[in-house]
């Protein structure tokens, strides 16, 4: 099939971006759409141009190095996947096909397709562990975790960090990250003692980034490729009312972990 | 050169125990006099990383993705192995030890082996509290599974996502000391030099992968982490950014190169569709524990699966191998399907693929069951495919999945340049000459936790390191040598794209150096890749400057690379006239086919040293003797 792409170009994070149209000719429905890039990249170098930058690595939906805005939507339309796990058996022959970077101010475009996402990493840094010395541990099975509990853990640990609920998000905010994160290890007997100072933590540094607030769009949880759900952000509202008040030294019961 | 492996005297369980007491401790407030340069954040550099931060060292991090997150050890799905017998079914560090050995082929230093089985044992403990959320059983105590043709229930496992959540685990822990201020962070950050200074490893050249700036950082040891060089293929299930280019320039720096024909075929892949291929995913080989391996027993018999009644199907492992059926190593599963390929009994376009059916075991155990087992993988296929493995069988094929060959390290994993040590993929050291299932996620962990922070510090103990800054001369030296490699690749200025160079690299090498290879294949290889090398060098095409995000000259850098280490890969097939593990010679195979070994001639090591641009390179050799596992043959019939 024959396809027709709007991409955004932009040398650089100072200069100014515009859109540049290109034909993708020859285009299999079995390429992925990482790989139709590819090919239009193959054509613009043979031409003497600049290739489209754009961020990928594992190219198997696990890594969160790609994401873009295909046609408006974090990933493009297919539920829960990666832009490099769509497939262009997802479109008809003469489709035309808007590409454009992550947009949020907390996510500066780097060139083209690609963003900075450091901002996450800054968020992990501010509490988004559990503290265990390397040769501290007790035995793995010392302390046992409710299946239920380890399993919705895993729900929320699944978050592959590629920032598609920032971009999915009319005020790009932060907030299905941060609490996949902050629910991920508050579930766990082993992250109790650290539980209000890691959401304290990764809040703050969540609104220093310039991160904006939930205002309930749920936009996020519809462009997550791992289908992270929203309720983990009713969690960490949770948590860190919790841990403001415990701040504030007023008795506060912490509800009970989950050991 | 001299490979010395340094492998304590003793009995073997006492081996790493006795090297502990011996080795020479840091001061703790030296400590923090020390810098030492991690290239790499996979769970080898991110383990490393955040434990020798924690010990009070100032650490510098590397990694060319954006985030230390992104290393491609988070696509490791199945699993990690660990002796803790939690199952009670006759597991013990002996034979988590016993199999490493037996499943490498012979092929590995059994000292440096039992070390790994005994740390498996604290990894998991060390994961398990930093909240890896891995599998539970109803009682609340960790599951685990059989992996890979292991008969004992040793891998533990969080769904199909493993990888991803013991880097997350690690990468935690290395955000922690980041925000402590104890590591500082370079992402899109690329080595592309090792800077010696009196012999010794005492830092790295990096370009700035976003502004193209050529940059120096001294430290007195480096550590590289920066995996697996399996790309040289070109498809493979590695990702797209995954090089050989840290250990490339280490070893045109002096560190020896052991095995580099050591490379590992993973069974279960999905197969190629056409030219557009830009990578392979890999069903996690769990898959084999309910599916059945077939193939028509007719060539080119046209029916859909479905209407292959069972007495036309061949389960030919099954057949073949009726103890281990269809969970024999991955070298012999890999085999046993091109041999039905190239019989024209292959299925799916162009014949390169067999089916993995689940239909009886969906019968035996019901859908639900399946796909509370394997549902992510099967839904990830059938996003691929747009087939529903429910309904039709899956179809793979072998491909590129990992490599054993890397640098040259002793006991302490330090190469043969002093104070240059490597980890995890990167290294040669535990696998000999095939790995087994989940045992590269337990070496790049025990690497980094637990054997970096020891034998570093007896390192810098053990040695007077002088004070260095980046304006010694050598650093001008690399600098310019690697601003000048970037000046060259900019300036091919041909017609070719570097990708299309990449692909023919990976055909030669698939078809020479692939699952099974032979003297004049060898020869052809290393006949062709010499002038595909230099082709690339007169009509590659690479855009752009090196002043901005220049995702061609970085691809381009790379590819050079792999053009020079595929020849270095098809000398050592080509020397090692036998075959073993992965590395199938077809002048070396027993009346039935399998892999003959030559332990009379080629029970070593092979290290090769660096000889200069143009000339053959030294191959020394590292003799392997086994006092614990006695060579045999692998039987798993
Ligand atoms: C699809 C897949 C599934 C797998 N499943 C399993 C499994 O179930 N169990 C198992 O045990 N093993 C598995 N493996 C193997 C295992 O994942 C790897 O061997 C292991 O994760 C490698 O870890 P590492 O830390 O050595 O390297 P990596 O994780 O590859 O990390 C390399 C690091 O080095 C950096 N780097 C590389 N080059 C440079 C450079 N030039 N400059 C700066 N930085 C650089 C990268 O940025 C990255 O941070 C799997 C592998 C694949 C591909
Ligand atoms: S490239 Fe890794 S998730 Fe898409």
């Given at each position: 099939?024959?396809?027709t792409?709007?991409?955004?170009?932009q040398?650089?994070?100072?200069?100014?971006?515009?859109f540049?149209?290109y034909?993708?000719?020859?285009?299999?429905?079995?390429m992925?759409?990482?790989?139709?890039?590819?090919?239009v990249?193959?054509?613009?170098?043979?031409?003497?141009e600049?290739?489209?930058?754009?961020d990928?690595d594992c190219?198997?939906?696990?890594?969160?190095?790609?994401?873009?805005?295909i046609?408006?939507?974090?990933?493009?339309?297919?539920?829960?996947?990666?832009?490099?796990?769509?497939?262009?058996?997802t479109?008809?022959?003469?489709d035309?096909i808007?590409?454009?970077?992550?947009?949020?101010?907390?996510?500066?475009?780097?060139?083209d397709?690609?963003?900075?996402?450091?901002?996450?990493?800054?968020?992990?840094?501010a509490?988004?562990?559990?503290?265990?010395?390397?040769?501290?541990?007790?035995?793995?099975?010392?302390?046992?975790v409710?299946?239920?509990?380890?399993?919705?853990?895993?729900?929320?640990?699944?978050?592959?960090?590629?920032?598609?609920?920032?971009?999915?998000c009319?005020?790009?905010?932060?907030?299905?990250?941060?609490?996949?994160?902050?629910s991920?290890?508050?579930?766990?007997p082993?992250?109790?003692?650290?539980?209000?100072?890691?959401?304290?933590?990764?809040?703050?540094?969540m609104?220093?980034?310039?991160?904006g607030?939930?205002t309930?769009?749920?936009?996020?949880?519809?462009?997550?490729?791992?289908?992270?759900?929203?309720?983990?952000?009713?969690?960490?509202?949770?948590d860190?009312?919790?841990?403001?008040?415990?701040?504030r030294?007023?008795?506060?019961?912490?509800e009970?972990?989950?050991? | 050169?001299?490979?010395?492996?340094?492998v304590?005297e003793?009995p073997?369980?006492?081996?790493?125990?006795?090297?502990?007491?011996?080795?020479?401790?840091?001061?703790?407030?030296?400590?923090?006099?020390?810098?030492?340069?991690?290239?790499?954040s996979?769970?080898?550099?991110?383990s490393?990383?955040?434990?020798?931060?924690?010990?009070?060292?100032?650490?510098?991090?590397?990694?060319?993705q954006?985030?230390?997150?992104?290393?491609?050890?988070?696509?490791?799905?199945g699993?990690?192995?660990?002796?803790?017998?939690?199952?009670?079914?006759?597991?013990?560090?002996?034979?988590?030890?016993?199999d490493?050995?037996?499943?490498?082929?012979y092929?590995?230093r059994?000292?440096?082996?039992?070390?790994?089985?005994?740390?498996?044992?604290?990894?998991?403990?060390?994961?398990v509290?930093?909240?890896?959320?891995?599998?539970?059983?109803?009682?609340?105590?960790?599951?685990?599974?059989?992996?890979?043709?292991?008969?004992?229930?040793r891998?533990?496992?969080?769904?199909?996502?493993?990888?991803q959540?013991?880097?997350?685990?690690?990468?935690?822990?290395?955000?922690?000391?980041?925000?402590?201020?104890?590591?500082?962070?370079?992402?899109?950050h690329?080595?592309?030099?090792l800077?010696?200074?009196?012999?010794?490893?005492r830092g790295?050249?990096?370009r700035?992968?976003?502004?193209?700036?050529?940059e120096s950082?001294?430290?007195?040891?480096?550590?590289?982490?920066?995996g697996?060089?399996?790309?040289?293929?070109?498809?493979?299930?590695y990702?797209?950014g995954?090089?050989?280019?840290?250990?490339?320039?280490?070893?045109?720096k002096?560190?020896?190169?052991?095995?580099?024909?050591?490379?590992?075929?993973?069974?279960?892949?999905?197969?190629?569709?056409?030219?557009?291929?830009?990578?392979?995913?890999?069903m996690?080989?769990?898959?084999?524990?309910?599916?059945?391996?077939?193939?028509?027993?007719?060539?080119?018999?046209?029916r859909?699966?479905?209407?292959?009644?069972?007495?036309?199907?061949?389960?030919?492992?099954?057949?073949?191998?009726?103890?281990?059926?269809?969970?024999?190593?991955?070298?012999?599963a890999s085999?046993a399907?091109?041999?039905?390929?190239?019989?024209?009994?292959?299925?799916?376009p162009?014949g390169?693929g067999?089916?993995?059916?689940?239909?009886?075991?969906?019968?035996?155990?019901?859908?639900n069951?399946?796909?509370e087992?394997?549902?992510?993988?099967?839904?990830m296929y059938?996003?691929?495919?747009?087939?529903?493995?429910y309904?039709?069988p899956m179809?793979?094929?072998?491909?590129?999945?990992?490599?054993?060959?890397?640098l040259?390290?002793d006991y302490?994993?330090?190469s043969?340049?002093?104070?240059?040590?490597?980890?995890?993929?990167?290294?040669?050291s535990?696998?000999?000459?095939n790995?087994?299932?989940?045992?590269?996620?337990?070496?790049?962990?025990?690497?980094?936790?637990?054997?970096?922070?020891y034998?570093?510090g007896?390192?810098?103990?053990?040695?007077?390191?002088?004070?260095?800054?980046?304006?010694?001369?050598?650093?001008r030296q690399?600098?310019?040598a690697?601003?000048d490699?970037?000046?060259?690749?900019?300036?091919i200025?041909?017609?070719r794209s570097v990708?299309?160079f990449?692909?023919?690299?990976?055909?030669?090498?698939w078809e020479?150096?692939?699952?099974?290879?032979n003297?004049?294949?060898?020869?052809?290889?290393?006949?062709?890749?010499?002038?595909?090398?230099?082709?690339?060098?007169?009509?590659a095409?690479?855009?752009?400057?090196?002043?901005?995000?220049?995702?061609?000259?970085?691809?381009?850098?790379?590819?050079?690379d792999?053009l020079?280490l595929?020849?270095?890969?098809?000398?050592?097939?080509?020397?090692?006239?036998e075959?073993?593990?992965?590395?199938?010679r077809?002048e070396?195979?027993?009346?039935?086919?399998?892999?003959?070994?030559?332990?009379?001639?080629?029970?070593h090591?092979?290290?090769?040293?660096?000889a200069?641009?143009?000339?053959?390179?030294?191959?020394?050799?590292?003799?392997?003797s086994?006092?614990?596992?006695?060579?045999?043959?692998?039987?798993?019939?």
């Open positions: 099939m024959n396809l792409l709007h991409v955004w170009r040398k650089n994070a100072a200069a100014r971006g515009r540049v149209t034909p993708a000719s020859d285009v299999s429905p079995d992925s759409f990482l790989e139709m890039l590819d090919v990249n193959e054509a613009l170098i043979a031409g003497g600049d290739p489209i930058a754009f990928h190219r198997e939906g696990i890594c969160g190095t790609c994401g873009m805005m046609d408006g939507q974090a990933h493009g339309p297919r539920r829960a996947t990666t832009a490099c796990q769509l497939h262009m058996r479109y008809r022959d003469g035309e808007t590409i454009e970077p992550w947009r949020a101010d907390a996510f500066p475009v780097v060139k397709l690609v963003v900075d996402r450091s901002a996450f990493d800054r968020i992990v840094a509490g988004g562990f559990i503290t265990a010395r390397t040769g501290s541990a007790p035995d793995g099975n010392a302390v046992p409710p299946k239920a509990a380890a399993d919705l853990a895993m729900d929320a640990a699944a978050c592959i960090g590629c920032g598609a609920c920032v971009a999915a009319p005020n790009a905010s932060a907030m299905l990250f941060t609490a996949a994160k902050v991920h290890l508050g579930l766990l082993q992250g109790q003692p650290e539980r209000h100072t890691r959401v304290r933590g990764m809040v703050a540094q609104d220093a980034e310039g991160f607030t939930c309930n769009h749920f936009e996020c949880e519809a462009a997550c490729p791992k289908s992270i759900s929203v309720r983990f952000i009713a969690r960490m509202n949770r860190y009312l919790v841990a403001t008040l415990a701040d030294g007023e008795p506060a019961s912490a009970g972990g989950t050991g | 050169m001299e490979l010395r492996s340094n304590p003793g073997i369980e006492r081996k790493w125990e006795k090297h502990r007491f011996e080795m020479k401790l840091v001061n703790p407030a030296n400590k923090r006099k020390h810098t030492i340069l991690m290239v790499g996979g769970l080898a550099g991110a490393a990383a955040a434990s020798l931060a924690e010990l009070g060292y100032n650490v510098k991090c590397y990694c060319y954006d985030s230390p997150r992104r290393a491609h050890s988070i696509a490791a799905q699993g990690i192995n660990a002796a803790k017998n939690y199952q009670n079914d006759g597991d013990s560090v002996f034979r988590l030890f016993y490493t050995v037996k499943g490498g082929d092929r590995s059994e000292g440096n082996v039992y070390r790994l089985a005994e740390l498996s044992v604290e990894i998991i403990d060390q994961c509290a930093q909240g890896v959320p891995f599998a539970r059983e109803y009682g609340g105590l960790l599951a685990n599974r059989s992996f890979g043709g292991a008969q004992v229930s891998t533990f496992y969080a769904r199909g996502q493993t990888g959540q013991l880097l997350l685990g690690a990468y935690q822990a290395l955000e922690r000391q980041i925000g402590l201020g104890k590591v500082e962070m370079f992402s899109r690329e080595m592309l030099d800077v010696l200074v009196d012999g010794r490893a790295i050249v990096t700035d992968m976003v502004t193209g700036e050529i950082h001294a430290g007195d040891a480096v550590v590289l982490g920066t697996g060089y399996g790309n040289v293929f070109y498809l493979a299930t990702a797209k995954a090089n050989a280019t840290a250990i490339w320039r280490a070893y045109k002096g560190a020896a190169f052991a095995n580099p024909c050591f490379t590992q075929i993973h069974p279960t892949c999905i197969p190629v569709t056409g030219e557009h291929q830009s990578k392979l995913t890999l996690s080989e769990s898959l084999r524990n309910d599916g059945r391996i077939w193939v028509p027993k007719k060539a080119r018999d046209p859909p699966p479905n209407q292959i009644p069972e007495e036309d199907r061949d389960y030919y492992l099954e057949r073949q191998y009726p103890s281990f059926g269809n969970l024999v190593p991955r070298d012999v085999r399907a091109k041999r039905v390929a190239d019989e024209g009994r292959g299925v799916g162009g390169f067999v089916y993995l059916d689940f239909a009886d075991a969906i019968k035996r155990l019901g859908a069951v399946i796909g087992k394997y549902g992510n993988l099967f839904e059938e996003r691929i495919t747009a087939e529903n493995p309904q039709v179809r793979i094929y072998p491909a590129i999945h990992y490599t054993m060959g890397g040259w390290v302490n994993l330090m043969t340049v002093p104070g240059l040590h490597v980890i995890g993929e990167a290294n040669f535990d696998h000999g000459a790995r087994l299932g989940a045992s590269a996620l337990m070496q790049g962990l025990a690497d980094g936790y637990f054997v970096m922070p034998t570093v007896h390192y810098l103990a053990s040695n007077k390191i002088e004070k260095l800054a980046t304006d010694h001369s050598a650093f690399a600098e310019a690697v601003a490699r970037v000046r060259s690749l900019l300036g200025g041909g017609q990708d299309s990449h692909r023919e690299l990976g055909r030669i090498m020479y150096c692939g699952m099974a290879r003297q004049g294949g060898l020869e052809t290889a290393l006949e062709k890749i010499p002038a595909l090398r230099e082709q690339f060098w007169r009509e095409k690479v855009p752009g400057e090196n002043e901005e995000l220049n995702q061609s000259l970085e691809k381009a850098g790379r590819v050079a792999f020079e595929a020849e270095l890969i098809c000398l050592d097939a080509l020397e090692r006239r075959s073993c593990g992965g590395h199938f077809e070396f195979q027993t009346p039935d086919g399998e892999a003959r070994r030559d332990d009379e001639n080629f029970c090591v092979a290290a090769w040293e660096y200069g641009q143009g000339q053959k390179p030294i191959r020394h050799v590292e003799p392997l086994f006092e614990y596992v006695h060579p045999s043959q692998r039987s798993y019939k």
